[in-house]
């Protein structure tokens, strides 16, 4: 059989979910993706690309029946947030002021995505097309998707889960605005003299943050935003001479290192103009990418899965109309999210002396302000 209610081209972290989701509503579901995540073993070293998972996105992988699974690979909970530029002028964020175990979870991209597959076999009704990529689509009152393989699927809906370059977006005449915030981002893994640690934390430098994420065991995932040219000078270098920048330009607090690995990609931000065209739906990357100052990008996804398929909930046919409430309900939360995080980016990189003092003055000030300082936490925990 051919024949689907919705095709989800792109089975990462957001697309597994969506095509999960679907499935337990009972829809008839394929998912459409090029590479299959690799099995888990303890023993494996950690992948350089991971999330800070919020409250609300563990909320949502556990409706998905995913949580389980995850957790029970890798997961590094923290309890503590702090940022600041000048020592002495820190806001500092504790899971005990929300009286929460914790504020979130580091996890691995893969062991997310992972999780979510390990759910796949549940249902009959969630069909697999892996690997294979999508090639063109064909608009009509059903879609006609052709895949790489030569295989011809006819879907009610598309559901782009295909990440910033959506070949659905494009096929399907969305439109984006985007920018290029002439800055790279390097990740970098590392083994720490200290033992697992239960913070993450953020120094703002006038080229850009420097971040700390704990990893599992005696490791960290250490985050540099700089020029083009000096994240492409740093990737250059020996593993030896990286640890000597690193221990010469980040805080104190880090401690010693031993570089494991490291990768960089560039900063840019894309916000699609619509999110449902053509009998298209857009979630996740494929709608928006947002600069991953505060490693939001996914949680915005897993909001985008949880508003879709409540909207769908009800629904036997799915209508234009319904879907249009999905466009209404997340565009907005998530333009006020990436236009959060410029202001916050932009305010920070430079080196203006009475901006400087401003913004010290203004995280000190957040540091005291009790209950604004826990809505603001509360938002971004999605809770």
């Known amino acids: 059989m051919n024949k689907f209610d919705i095709a989800v ?28 995540p690799k099995e888990f073993t303890a023993e494996q070293p950690m992948d350089i690309r991971v999330s800070a998972i919020s409250h609300h996105s563990v909320a949502v992988l556990e409706q998905l029946g995913a949580w389980q699974a995850i957790k029970s690979m890798r997961v590094c909970p923290y309890r503590r947030l702090e940022t600041w530029e000048h020592p002495e002028c820190r ?20 062991l997310i995505q992972l999780g979510l597959w390990q759910q796949f076999e549940q249902y009959d009704n969630l069909s697999l097309r892996c690997p294979d990529s999508l090639e063109s689509i064909e608009f009509g009152s059903r879609n006609t998707l052709t895949l790489a393989s030569g295989e011809t699927l006819v ?21 984006i605005t985007a920018w290029d915030y002439r800055q790279h981002c390097m ?19 006038s080229t850009g943050p420097r971040s700390f994420l704990p990893l599992c065991g005696n490791q960290g995932s250490l985050v540099w935003y700089d020029s083009p040219k000096r994240i492409k000078q740093l990737c250059n270098m020996s593993y030896g001479q990286l640890r000597e920048e690193i221990l010469a330009h980040f805080p104190a607090e880090l401690g010693d290192i031993e570089v494991l690995q490291c990768g960089s990609f560039p900063l840019t931000r894309r916000h699609a103009q619509e999110y449902v065209k053509n009998r298209c739906i857009l979630v996740g990357d494929s709608a928006h990418t947002i600069n991953p100052l505060a490693g939001q990008g996914v949680n915005l996804g897993f909001k985008d899965v949880e508003v879709l398929l ?9 209508s234009e109309q319904v879907l249009r409430r999905y466009h209404l309900r997340r565009r907005p939360d998530n333009l006020l999210m990436q236009s959060g995080m410029d202001v916050f980016y932009k305010g920070f990189s430079n080196d203006i002396a009475p901006l400087k003092l401003v913004r010290n003055a203004v995280l000190k000030l957040a540091d005291k302000t009790g209950p604004i300082k826990n809505q603001v936490l509360k938002y971004a925990l999605g809770l």
């Open 91 to 110: 806001t500092r964020f504790h899971s005990d002021e929300l009286k929460l175990e914790q504020l979130g979870f580091i996890i691995e991209n893969r």
């Open 310 to 318: 409540d909207v769908c909930q009800q629904e036997a046919e799915l």
């Open 9 to 36: 081209i792109g089975g990462g972290m957001v697309g597994a979910a969506v095509a999960l989701g679907f499935a337990k509503q009972g829809r008839q579901v394929v998912l459409v993706e090029g590479h299959q």
């Open 155 to 175: 879907a009610d809906w598309v559901v782009g889960a295909d990440g910033a370059n959506s070949q659905v977006r494009q096929q399907a005449g969305i439109g």
């Open 187 to 205: 990740l970098i893994n590392v083994k720490t003299e200290l033992p697992q640690q239960d913070i993450t934390w953020q120094q703002f430098n």
